[in-house]
Structures are given as C-alpha cells and as structure tokens.
C-alpha cells in the first residue's frame, strides 16, 4: 500500500513574512494529520524560517531545485548539504517551468537526481508534455523520454526512494486539470515503466503524484484513481485553507 503524499509548490511567491504566516496557518490546521504525508515547498530564502514555523508538525519541508555539485563556483546555485543544513528532506526536480524556462535538460535533471540520492534527500521528480505534444499523440513519447534520461542509472534500490509527479504543462497555472482518467493513464504508464527499469517491488511501491490545477473540488477524484498517489500542487497551496483541504480531499 502505497502512502499518500501532498506536496506544495510555493514557487517564486510572497516574501519571508509571508511564507511564516502560510506555515504557522498550516501548522495550526494540520496539527494532528498524520495522513497523507505532507511537504511544503517554499521559496529558498524563506526555508529557515518556514521551518521555524513549523517546528513540531508533521508537515515536512522541500526546496524547489537543487544543484549536483557539492561546493564550489557556482554562482547562485544551493546544494544538496545546504538544503539538508536548513531542514529539508525533499526537493523538487525537473518541474517543466524549470525545463521550459530555465533549459534544464534531461541531464540536468539526472544530476540533481542522483545528487539528491546521494544525499539522502527524497526527490520529487516532474515529468510531463506540452499542449502541442499531447495534440501530436506523442504524450507517453515524451513522458518516456524524460523518464528513461532523467532516471538514467538509477538502480532499483535508487527508485524506490523517489517520487515521480506526472504534471501535464498545459494544466499547470492554467485551471484545466487533466481528466482524473487522463491522469491515471499516464501514471500507469509511468508505472510500467519503472517497472521495466526495475522490479515489480518496486513498481508498486513507487509513489506517483498529479500536478496541474489540483484544487480542493477535484483532488477526491483525481485520488480515487488506482495510481495517483498524491499531488503536487501550485497555486492552491498558498493558501491555508485551500491546501487544507486538499490534504483531507474534501472541497
Ligand atoms: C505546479 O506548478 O507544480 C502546479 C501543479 O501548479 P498549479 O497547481 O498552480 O497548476
């Protein structure tokens, strides 16, 4: 039995303040949830205080990228010992606004990856297509190849750590959320091919998210389907009461 998991994308919003004020209110709510697992992602700069606030909760902390190097000249990079030093147990890798507008290739996100492992951090890897390439009938193309590069070498034991978060761009930030069967299609897929990468131990056991317009109308459905695992949200996590609700699946 796969545990479920809720993850929020904060991105690039809201200054420190704000980030303390959206953690001491999730912290107050989620006091006793146990289930599903939680992480919140915030901005890097407001880390440390987000973890102050949420000192003593279950809610866990993410970064949203992470360089593979370990130290040196890389102007304006955080590594993997810097976000463990603040607190964080997860990152999020590969998300398509990094791929799409910052480069980052398939490369770059096997690095990160396999950094994060190392680490000891859990990675939340993205994958997904865009508009044209879901028109184009190339949807499971494209998702195959940012999974057979992104996770290129990763050894069983390795899959079994992360997290893969299947986020279709055209419903990111958009409020068209994929079909709740349009999700689980893709996530079957992933699914299979994890497990030709690895074991059936594994392929069952690997947590797979939906991104993309999750809202607290939707996320019962889109939970209700065998291997949708989670979400990963943007938008509805910045606000207390929306993500609450999400994490319970009730609108
Ligand atoms: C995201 O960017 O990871 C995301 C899912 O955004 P939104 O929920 O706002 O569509």
């Given at each position: 039995?796969r545990a479920p998991l809720i993850a929020g994308n904060w991105k690039m919003n809201g200054l420190v303040r704000d980030a303390q004020a959206l953690a001491q209110g999730l912290r107050a709510r989620?006091?006793?949830?146990?289930?599903?697992?939680?992480?919140?992602?915030?901005?890097?700069?407001?880390?440390?205080?987000?973890?102050?606030?949420?000192?003593?909760?279950?809610?866990?902390?993410?970064?949203?990228?992470?360089?593979?190097?370990?130290?040196?000249?890389?102007?304006?990079?955080?590594?993997?010992?810097?976000?463990?030093?603040?607190?964080?147990?997860?990152?999020?890798?590969?998300?398509?606004?990094?791929?799409?507008?910052?480069?980052?290739?398939?490369?770059?996100?096997?690095?990160?990856?396999?950094?994060?492992?190392?680490?000891?951090?859990?990675?939340?890897?993205?994958?997904?297509?865009?508009?044209?390439?879901?028109?184009?009938?190339?949807?499971?193309?494209?998702?195959?190849?940012?999974?057979?590069?992104?996770?290129?070498?990763?050894?069983?034991?390795?899959?079994?750590?992360?997290?893969?978060?299947?986020?279709?761009?055209?419903?990111?930030?958009?409020?068209?959320?994929?079909?709740?069967?349009?999700?689980?299609?893709?996530?079957?897929?992933?699914?299979?091919?994890?497990?030709?990468?690895?074991?059936?131990?594994?392929?069952?056991?690997?947590?797979?998210?939906?991104?993309?317009?999750?809202?607290?109308?939707?996320?019962?459905?889109?939970?209700?389907?065998?291997?949708?695992?989670?979400?990963?949200?943007?938008?509805?996590?910045?606000?207390?009461?929306?993500?609450?609700?999400?994490?319970?699946?009730?609108?």
């Amino acid at each position: 039995m796969r545990a479920p998991l809720i993850a929020g994308n904060w991105k690039m919003n809201g200054l420190v303040r704000d980030a303390q004020a959206l953690a001491q209110g999730l912290r107050a709510r989620l006091e006793k949830d146990s289930a599903p697992e939680i992480v919140v992602c915030p901005p890097f700069l407001a880390l440390a205080a987000v973890r102050e606030a949420l000192a003593g909760s279950p809610v866990k902390l993410g970064a949203q990228d992470v360089h593979w190097e370990a130290k040196g000249a890389y102007t304006g990079e955080i590594s993997t010992a810097m976000l463990q030093d603040v607190g964080c147990t997860h990152v999020i890798l590969g998300h398509s606004e990094r791929r799409h507008i910052m480069g980052e290739t398939h490369e770059h996100v096997n690095r990160k990856t396999r950094a994060a492992l190392a680490a000891g951090l859990t990675p939340i890897v993205c994958v997904g297509e865009l508009l044209e390439e879901r028109n184009m009938g190339d949807t499971n193309g494209v998702i195959e190849r940012q999974i057979v590069k992104g996770l290129e070498g990763l050894s069983a034991a390795d899959l079994s750590r992360i997290v893969i978060a299947y986020e279709p761009v055209w419903a990111i930030g958009t409020g068209k959320v994929a079909a709740p069967r349009q999700a689980e299609e893709v996530n079957r897929f992933i699914r299979k091919l994890v497990l030709q990468r690895s074991d059936s131990r594994t392929a069952e056991g690997i947590r797979i998210l939906y991104g993309g317009a999750v809202k607290p109308d939707n996320i019962k459905d889109l939970m209700a389907e065998e291997d949708i695992d989670g979400a990963l949200v943007g938008g509805a996590s910045l606000e207390v009461e929306s993500f609450v609700k999400i994490v319970r699946y009730t609108s």
